[in-house]
């Protein structure tokens, strides 16, 4: 994490849209594929991809999607299927609903957050 320059995805899943700084948008988003918002969404979004928020977006949505990588400010609920990555300047308001956590100093997320693997229940003693 340390140095780290640039934003995390997996390899297979290039970034095929991207909603711009200086854009506004209203409703709901629903996409099969890699997502980066540098720009405003309100209303919901469901990604069977990767979402990014660059360190200009903002987001004001109910969010799904496989993987999250946040560097700009969300306010909403989240459900990952993967993993949630908030990175530095990074901010998040809401509860959130994870497969795995990664959280850089400096970040921010405020609200409940919960993680689950599919299939997996912890053995408890």
Do not use: W
Request: net charge neutral; proline share 2%.
């Amino acid at each position: 994490m340390l140095g780290r320059k640039t934003v995390s995805l997996q390899e297979n899943s290039p970034v095929s849209t991207v909603i711009g700084q200086g854009t506004r948008i209203k409703g709901t988003l629903v996409t099969s594929d890699s997502l980066r918002i540098d720009g405003f969404l309100e209303g919901e979004i469901d990604a069977s991809g990767d979402l990014i928020i660059g360190e200009t977006g903002e987001v004001v949505a109910t969010v799904k999607a496989r993987n999250l990588v946040v560097v700009g400010k969300l306010k909403g609920n989240v459900h990952t299927t993967g993993k949630l990555e908030i990175l530095a300047k990074g901010a998040i308001y809401g509860d959130v609903k994870v497969g795995e956590l990664a959280v850089e100093a400096g970040a921010i997320l405020c609200g409940n957050c919960s993680m689950e693997k599919e299939g997996k229940e912890p053995a408890l003693k």
